[in-house]
T-cell receptor
């Protein structure tokens, strides 16, 4: 059984650019959540997708958006990148809402 | 929102020692997970334990939901146990998302 995968592993962008990060959920999982982890901090919840619909988000501005596809894979899009967006972005999938979440290896984004 | 406090923030032990990590949370939860984050950033699931006690090899965990705390026990520590340990919680009440709220982590160093 394949676990959660994310791509790319590393990414460097400049301020003002846009970025798309990708996540493939674990087989049989229909719920995907995205988290941002700044250096030295715990991960912070960005938003969650359930059956292709966003069903809740944390304290992140609208320039953070996403999609979930029919195969339950997901994208995180960030527009108008800021220096503070530099972080490790983690994707997690779960079999249903309110279940154990399983994390991918993350994408490390650097904004210059 | 729910607040999560982990203690101690840092812990340095000799190989073979035992340790107890604590997680306090401010409100009722129906999801509590313990993770170990390796040096590459991967969050490894240790326990899904909204209540009760579980054991897995040298690791065990106990959550007392009524008193709003959880404990992670590591016995006979090995150098490979080094890393950051996170506690994360959520409360799903039938609508919206169940994004996890993380503590700041306990940074554990096991010296040979």
């Amino acid at each position: 059984e394949t676990g959660v995968t994310q791509s790319p592993t590393h990414l460097i962008k400049t301020r003002g650019q846009q970025v798309t990060l990708r996540c493939s959920s674990q087989s049989g999982h229909n719920t995907v959540s995205w988290y941002q982890q700044a250096l030295g901090q715990g991960p912070q919840f960005i938003f969650q997708y359930y059956r292709e619909e966003e069903n809740g988000r944390g304290n992140f501005p609208p320039r953070f958006s996403g999609l979930q596809f029919p195969n339950y894979s997901s994208e995180l899009n960030v527009n108008a990148l800021e220096l503070d967006d530099s972080a490790l972005y983690l994707c997690a999938s779960s079999p249903q809402i309110a279940n154990e979440q399983f994390f991918g290896p993350g994408t490390r984004l650097t904004v210059l | 929102g729910i607040q999560v406090e982990q203690s101690p923030p840092d812990l340095i032990l000799q190989e073979g020692a035992n340790s107890t990590l604590r997680c306090n949370f401010s409100d009722s939860v129906n999801n509590l997970q313990w993770f170990h984050q390796n040096p590459w950033g991967q969050l490894i699931n240790l326990f899904y334990i909204p209540s009760g006690t579980k054991q897995n090899g040298r690791l065990s965990a106990t959550t007392v939901a009524t008193e709003r705390y959880s404990l992670l026990y590591i016995s006979s520590s090995q150098t490979t146990d080094s890393g950051v340990y996170f506690c994360a919680v959520s409360m799903y009440s039938g609508g919206g998302a169940d994004g996890l709220t993380f503590g700041k982590g306990t940074h554990l160093i096991i010296q040979p």
